[in-house]
């Protein structure tokens, strides 16, 4: 996420806040968990990836995302403070996310996500067994998701600008390889936009195609709508995922896509009522 985008929503979330009293709870707890993610950032700043403009266009054209967990500079004193900050916001929040066990919250914790559970994250394998054990195993995803995410956004900045996106078009992000958690139509064409639910950057994908699996059969995509049509849910009945989108041509005001992940999560609902799931594990082999 930009610096200016992150800003915006604090400012957004502050605004809120003063016209209703208070803030959700959802909402103060991702103020928290942003505040500790742009702080990050700032300090990461701009990174160097070491590909030139000829490196990056055949990737692209290869379909290979621009940067693989061994490529990734990581700072791992910095991910350790940041993993014991991200954590510890989590756990001021039992209501939403659960009991979280003592030991996981003491200062040295931070050597409980070591690089080993990193990647195994980064490359969609399974964590190992140790890692955060006593919490359950989608929150272990989304403590280390946060942790990690002021680290790929960095390199989605330095990189995101030389995608030659009508040579990507692909359902995984050409920056980390991550799966897209939510979407939106632009407003000129309506042109559909995916959005890495790991790194942030947005690319360019087809409106009739499920990017989780690939399937261009109408009879199998279907989306629904809200009565003014900002938002629609995309499904597939083939994968049983679905995505979330807003459709720029009908917004009133400004949209800050990150917190629209949060605005929308009655979408989430609904389509796990009707079977449908997020499905952002890779689904394709990367580097
Ligand atoms: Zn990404
Ligand atoms: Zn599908």
């Not at 499920?210 to 109408?218: M, N, S």
């Not at 629209?260 to 394709?284: F, M, N, W």
């Amino acid at each position: 996420m930009t610096k200016d985008t992150s800003s915006k929503i604090l400012k957004k979330l502050v605004e809120l806040e003063k016209e209703e009293g208070s803030l959700p709870l959802l909402l103060k707890f991702y103020r928290e968990l942003l505040e500790i993610q742009s702080k990050a950032q700032k300090r990461i700043g701009i990174p160097d990836p070491g590909l030139n403009s000829e490196a990056i266009s055949q990737r692209i054209r290869k379909r290979l995302p621009l940067v693989g967990f061994d490529e990734l500079v990581l700072d791992w004193v910095l991910v350790r403070g940041v993993f014991t900050e991200v954590m510890a916001a989590f756990a001021r929040y039992p209501q939403l996310f659960g009991e979280i066990p003592e030991r996981l919250r003491k200062p040295g914790t931070s050597r409980l996500l070591t690089k080993k559970a990193a990647k195994a994250w980064f490359t969609g394998k399974e964590l190992p067994p140790t890692t955060l054990d006593g919490i359950s195993e989608s929150l272990r995803q989304t403590v280390i998701q946060a942790t990690l995410q002021p680290f790929l956004a960095s390199y989605a900045q330095a990189l995101i600008g030389s995608v030659e996106q009508e040579h990507w078009r692909q359902g995984y992000c050409p920056i980390c390889g991550g799966s897209p958690d939510i979407a939106y139509l632009e407003k000129e064409v309506g042109a559909r936009w995916l959005m890495c639910s790991r790194c942030d950057s947005e690319w360019l994908f087809q409106r009739l195609e499920c990017p989780y699996c690939g399937t261009k059969d109408q009879k199998a995509l279907a989306f629904f709508t809200d009565e003014k049509e900002l938002y629609r849910l995309h499904v597939c009945k083939q994968c049983k995922c679905y995505l979330k989108a807003i459709d720029l041509r009908k917004a009133k005001t400004e949209i800050l896509l990150p917190l629209e992940r949060l605005y929308t999560i009655d979408l989430d609902s609904q389509a796990k009522e009707h079977g449908y799931s997020p499905c952002q594990k890779p689904a394709v082999k990367r580097k």
